[in-house]
């Protein structure tokens, strides 16, 4: 019996489906890979050999590539995972080997207020608690490896401050590093929305001792922050991880010079950490199609793009793969399009913008629907003029698909909810801008609900493609900024902070400018740096307040507005509803 999304919630659906699961064996078969290619982890789940894999298959061409984005989202979510994974069963029922890459949740939303990212209703994937828990370890390892380069940090400023070069060179046989304390560029990371840890003090000596660390501020990031997530993101092989760990900047010596892992001679340890998860994770849809899951979610505070390694297997084993970006089109699909295309040198075929009739709604001017709250009346009542306000917001974003080259397709994610009226609204603002539209109701079907959604892709992939970059590594700094935040947000300008500049033309002096790309850190629940600003907003200007550096993942992140590198917990978290069964262990509760 197939259990219906409107009645039972999802970690029901997904317990059900977990029955009749296919043995990790049987699924790594059919995707094409040979039992050498493949590390199992207990009965449906699995790391997969890449560089065996992509040996192999060197000369095999590579399937169609797909890119799921979509509106700017509400503090909701509008489903893209599940349209991700909706799609890729759609596409499996028209005949076609397909395979999705998403991101791997992260414990501060999934016990936060958005619980798990595995989809929903039907069209998830499985096995819902290892993905949405500890899953691989992969999200352990880059926390472990990111905090592994701040102890020796610290241990080594404690160092220097209690020994003269003399004896430091005796105990440590290193060099001086003479490092900074008011410029360590880097905090610690933990997978927990933790506001409490945004700002802390560090090293505080127990009567007098000078062996309890070196007394400093620092702050937490989440993990999906670390710039360590970034390098999973992007790196092509083990020894590319591994050259780009060594680059990371923790701080700054006294003259200025960047502190790297490499001169802490830590890159090395922090790769071991990373030898398992550097391999992209593989499991199922519950219609037993192949998903495979690497790095971290969050493009409004990082690079939140699904891992270049995954693509590239993925592309060799199937007609078409679906990825997965971040938020909004002008968050995650501008970082796919400008920074992770860029590295990997792969070029889509298309890509879909998710929207909702809620989401159209929010930004016509219904109040923000909050999490674990009823929703407000606007939501749950048929009013056409909120959605056809709303849909300057869409028409926006799929402005910014077609900047790119490439044809974008509309999928209006069904809500038991919509009215026929209010679908009629989105369809003709659609195709009055000359873009495909899909009404999908995979959520509560699965696979024979995204049946128009796949079409309208396969359709889009047989479209020339003329995908360009938004800029090259010759537009300076600032200027490629101004370009985001006017021809993607809608910005009139750049107000960039005395900080900000002066770290910019810092930056502009570096050897390898050329090859850094832009991460922008921004809210995501607006085109805007201001999250109270819904629609499409006009007559504003982008503040950036700070810029970060990740030299590793050659990243240069600019900050705009009042955005934090670690979220917060809110007032009704999901952890509430999340228990166990003690007669049986299973876990219950996840959504």
């Known amino acids: 019996m197939v ?32 039992p050498e290619e493949v590390l199992a982890y207990g009965r449906h789940m699995a790391k997969i050999e890449q560089h065996a894999v992509l040996r192999r298959l060197e000369n095999r061409p590579d399937g169609k590539y ?79 490896a990111h905090n592994l380069a701040m102890t020796a940090l610290t241990a080594r400023m404690q160092h220097e401050r209690n020994y003269d070069d003399e ?30 840890l945004r700002h802390v003090v560090i090293g505080l000596e127990e009567n007098g001792r ?63 950490w990373l030898v398992d998860a550097a391999k992209p994770n593989l499991i199922q849809t519950i219609e037993g199609q192949p998903v495979l899951v690497h790095a971290g979610p969050f493009a409004n505070i990082a690079l939140g793009q699904s891992s270049i390694i995954a693509d590239r297997v993925a592309l ?100 038991a909810s919509d009215t026929a009226a209010e679908i009629a609204a989105v369809r003709r603002a659609c195709e009055a801008a000359g873009a495909r539209v899909a009404l999908s109701e995979h959520w509560r079907k699965g696979g024979e609900g995204a049946l128009e959604l ?27 900024v101004e370009r985001i935040a006017i021809e993607v947000y809608g910005a009139d300008g750049v107000d960039f902070s005395s900080t900000a500049r002066k770290r910019l033309a810092e930056l502009q002096e570096r050897p390898d400018a050329a090859e850094l790309g832009i991460c922008m850190v921004k809210t995501q629940y607006s085109l805007s740096d201001d999250p109270s ?17 990740y030299g590793g993942a050659g990243l240069v992140v600019p900050v705009a507005g009042d955005i934090s590198l670690m979220p917060g917990t809110g007032s009704r978290p999901a952890f509430r509803k999340v228990d166990v069964d003690v007669e049986t262990g299973q876990v219950i509760g996840l959504f």
């Open 454 to 480: 796949a079409d309208a892709v396969l359709d889009a992939c047989q479209d020339e493609r003329r995908f360009t970059p938004l800029y090259d590594g010759a537009l300076p700094f600032a200027e490629r």
């Open 316 to 415: 060799k084993l199937s007609d078409i793969h679906v990825t997965e970006s971040g938020f909004g089109s002008e968050m995650g699909y501008e970082k796919f399009w400008n920074v992770k295309c860029r590295i990997s040198g792969l070029v889509p075929d298309a890509a879909v913008i998710v929207a909702t009739i809620r989401a159209l709604k929010n930004h016509g001017g219904a109040p923000q629907p909050q999490p674990g709250r009823p929703l407000p009346e606007a939501y749950t009542r048929e009013d056409v003029g909120l959605v056809e306000a709303g849909c300057a917001n869409l028409l926006h974003h799929i402005g910014i698909v077609r900047r790119s080259g490439i044809s974008p397709v509309v999928c209006i994610n069904a809500f």
């Open 167 to 196: 004896a430091l060179a005796r105990l440590s046989g290193m060099r001086r590093l003479n490092i900074d304390p008011t410029r360590v560029d880097m905090g610690w990371v933990m997978d927990f929305c933790a506001q409490s």
């Open 210 to 272: 000078r062996n309890d660390g070196f007394m400093m501020r620092s702050r937490f990031d989440i993990t999906a922050a670390s710039e360590v997530m970034s390098i999973l993101s992007v790196a092509r092989d083990l020894a590319d991880l591994r050259a780009r760990l060594a680059r990371m900047v923790l701080a700054r010596d006294r003259d200025g010079n960047p502190v790297t892992a490499a001169d802490l001679e830590v890159a090395g340890a922090m790769t071991a």
């Open 66 to 144: 797909v890119d799921v984005t979509a509106i700017t989202p509400t503090p909701l979510g509008e489903g893209k995972s599940t349209t991700t994974i909706g799609l890729v069963q759609g596409l499996a029922r028209r005949g076609q080997r397909s395979s999705a890459a998403i991101r791997q949740p992260s414990g501060g939303p999934t016990m936060g207020m958005k619980g798990s990212a595995a989809g929903g209703g039907r069209a998830q994937c499985i096995p819902l608690t290892p993905y949405s828990l500890n899953f691989t370890g992969d999200m352990h390892a880059v926390t472990a």
């Open 533 to 549: 600003r819904k629609g499409a907003p006009r007559g504003w200007r982008l503040g950036v307040r700070d810029v970060l550096f």
């Open 3 to 34: 259990l219906d999304p409107t009645q039972h919630p999802d970690w029901e659906i997904a317990q059900d489906a977990e029955t009749r699961m296919k043995p990790i064996e049987t699924l790594a078969q059919e995707f094409g890979l040979l």
